[in-house]
């Protein structure tokens, strides 16, 4: 488990990492190294350059503004995790992060880098299609914004061209006292999600749900939103008969099966943990209004 | 001191070392000029080998050597690794050589080595060796090899059966003829692996001088490898060395003789240079040893009252495509099954099947807790039907403790038949029971229901024949400069020897366990050594060192009392010095009595006594000594995700005399991680080419600190009669009552459901499949 030969590269700035990519060939990004270095050691990948963004400060940063919130792709996830003014502002990211690996993968993983890889069942992944995020791409001489649903290409593949990389990460900001929860279900704390959904949720005065969201993880090959779903619970009064429909509309998903999970096993637990968290959801947006 | 050693929770000697980062493995051992391997494995279950182009190879800069099964040394071109426990019942011995000759039969096995000036050199030329494979049909599961047609694992066999052998009891038909109850069960277990922190590692050196071998070996027993070495290479007793220095962790695998140690030393003999190899994970999943798969079909008949009348089956069991260990592990499962009840009739037959996978072997608790789950789940299906409360039916079937020694009627694997020495089981089911509030649990159940939550509760009893044989031996010496050393083949690998030997010992000599060296697992210290398996060495070392230090503390009377003029009698040890009772001035230090037993050079010895002030014991048990446990937990089950929870986890046992009870709850808590990861995580998946698909702890799920429950310890002593320090064995306890107790515990928490559990490991997934529409729970 070593890996094999690669030369190796160490960019200060965006520019000058903008730079190596134009030049060089075969080429892989070092973030927070939690996928790529077991990745490397096993030798599952071999690529001839290693570019190592821990270097490039200027990739490190949160910034809130009125309609969203911002993040540089090398923020890692442990300063996520830890940001009073997330969790004011958008608590389930903490919340979410809880299940990310462990604190000692989370001190170096990056949000860019868990975008990047698009493990199906990463939990920044789901947050990311919960929050119709948008991800800019930059490259020598210029860059370019993609939504979340075309970053996102296939199992473990984006967009993102081979001279281009993640510079910054931008969520749809929700209004304060919404309601949100995450609900994920691995074999043990910090393992790969089998499945995982989260939800947003805005009560409107009269109790019935104004807007809602609710992303799968770990289900398909690429963590989707319950779109037709949501749209027909906006107007809803939350409630068992809310929940449950949901939850079926979630089991009805096309899921992924391997050596260890069934797909049905997977959609069960969508419906499972869909009626979770819509309710858990709505029960703490209707706490946090009345606070 | 005046202190007793023996009993006290004395912290552990080897803790300072290893939590200072002083621990000193294998891979920590650097010899100057040394040289790095990695092996070229294959990818296939089963393929003939074509051909091997070695030069892509060794034209890479600091390649040193590519050797294949032509490369190697005469004597290992001619002889396959040798197999150190045949049995008759063993049809079919299967043994490799040291690289595939021409025929690989399990993914991961070594078809050439290539030695290099770094091991990430080794590893990027021996992906360039380029190995022409034929594949050939490959089976994976142990049914399917012994189906009509299935392909054979080594070509040309007729079959893949690699052993056969009923296990007997009484007149099984009889019992079962006129039983008023006969249920049936077909149970499914696999277990995985030892997953030991350190992975396995040997270092050869050649001395071309002295034409003589010394390897380090990350090992449970120098001894044996070094036996095997003899047997491979033209050497004698003097010319072959083996060192296993610290070792993190065995459990069982670590004590096998593997092909890539004579591969090393091969290596080291052609280039002259000391070569290291480091097993990594990916190796460690692969071609480390495994337990796997076992097939039960079985069924108990009972009378009326629940008394066993019968039990009778057949096992099948997943072997691998080389028999190592012989017949041993199965063995151990069937003979294990009646555990603590009086079972009159018995039959099972045990069918071990090569496949194409990396042999099976002990992992810690040896086939045992397979057994306790067979036989407590036949236990629980009794109760069951009979509408009896679990523990009452073990009660009413526990051989009880008047009935010492007790004769089973069968075998065990050391070859004498299973007695039972001493223990009291009714009343360890009763200690674990009254600990964990069984009293009580129902009213708890059945208040948990109404709140939609379900709780179950679970009993594992297990006897466990410990302190196997033959020997291990001891040296205890005194040094001229009064120092105390004990020497012995007993080869820790976390078990704590270093500390518990040094504690027999030092009752004998008046001093704390500072002050005696224990010195472990080096074939040049002691001539004889066995190796630390099967929680034997407390009972064979500790016996050994203990008849040793009372022979060395004799003398060490004898030669004082000669240089002080009074009775040995009337001498005692204290702080290194032997002094005349009640007059402590009155005193030869350890040193001048040590240098006056070694004489002086042209002098006559005085007294007529031996030389020196040293003996060694080799004790030797007339049979093992069988300590028992009961398990009993507490679950939680969330039936909408079949995520399991403990809530509670009490474990009684009774292993004899304890020498240190730190140690053993160590060995406890550690034992019941294994057993709960046997129960809930741990599972070792292959597809049907015989490809393993779990090559990572992503995929191979061991318990994490988290998921381990705190275990509440019950400690009984019942001496053992075999052995002068009434000791039983402690390192597998915690592990073999463990997964029943929990599986049973599932099964009761989802009792108003009906779900019956046959089958270890079982996979949140797999009891939402059991508990069916009910999984739907608040969605329904």
Partial sequence: MKPS??????????????????????????????????????????????VDLNGVRELAFVREDAGRIAFGAMTRQRTLERSAGLRESCPIIPLALSHVGHRQTRARGTIGGSLCHFDPSAELCNLAALHEAELVLARRGGERALPFAEFGVGYLTTAVEPDEFLREVRFRRWPQGHGYAFEEFAMRHGDFAICAISCLVTLAPSGAVDDIAIAVSGVGAVPFRLGEAEASARGERPGH????????????????????????YRQHLARILTYRAVKSAVENAGMRAAA | MGVRMFGASVKRKEDPAFLSGKGRYVDDIVLPNMAYAAFVRSPFGHARINGIDKSAALAVPGVLAVLAYDDLPETLKERPLPLFVQVAALSQPKMPYTLAVDEVRYVGEPVAVVVAESRYIAEDAAALVDVDYEPLPAVADCLAALAPGAPPVHAGSDNNVAARMPSKIGDVEAAFAGAPHIFKERIFQHRGGAFFMECRGAIGSYDPVLNSLLMYISSQGAHRIKRGLLDLFDLGDHQIRVVTPDVGGGFGPKGSLYVEYPAVAACSMLLGRPVKWIEDRRENFVATHQERDQYWDVEIAVDGNAKILGVRGTMTHDNGAYTPWGIVLPWISVATVPGPYVVPAFHIDMISVLTNKVPATPVRGAGRPQAVVVMERLMDRVALELGLDPAEVRRRNFIQPEQMPYKVGLIFRDGRPVTYDSGDYPACQAAALDAIGYEGFRARQEKARQEGRYIGIGIGNAVEGTGLGPYEGATVRVATNGRLVVYTGATPQGQSHKTTLAQIAADHFGVGIDDISVETSDTATISLGVGSFAARTAVNAGSSVHLAATKVAEKIKLVAADMLEVSPDDLELKDGFVHVKGVEEVRKSFREVAVKAIGMPGFSMAGGLEPGLEHTAYFTPDQSTYANGTTVTEVEVDIETGRVKILRLVLAHDCGRVINPLVVDGQIVGGVAHGVGNALYERLVYDDEGQPLSTNFGEYLLPLAADVPRVEIVHQETPSPLNPLGIKGAGEGGTIPTTASVIGAIEDALSPFGVRIAEAPISPQRIVELLGEAALGRTR
């Fill in chain 1, 5 to 50: 030969p690669f030369t190796y590269h160490d960019p200060q700035s965006v520019a000058e990492t903008a730079a190596i990519l134009s030049e060089v060939e075969d080429c892989r990004l070092l973030a927070g190294g939690q996928s790529l270095m077991p990745m490397m050691n096993f030798r599952f990948v071999q690529p001839s350059n290693l």
């Fill in chain 1, 241 to 264: 008969d809310l929940y449950r429909a949901l939850a079926t509309a979630a089991s009805k998903v096309e899921a992924m099966s391997d050596s260890y999970v069934s797909a049905g």
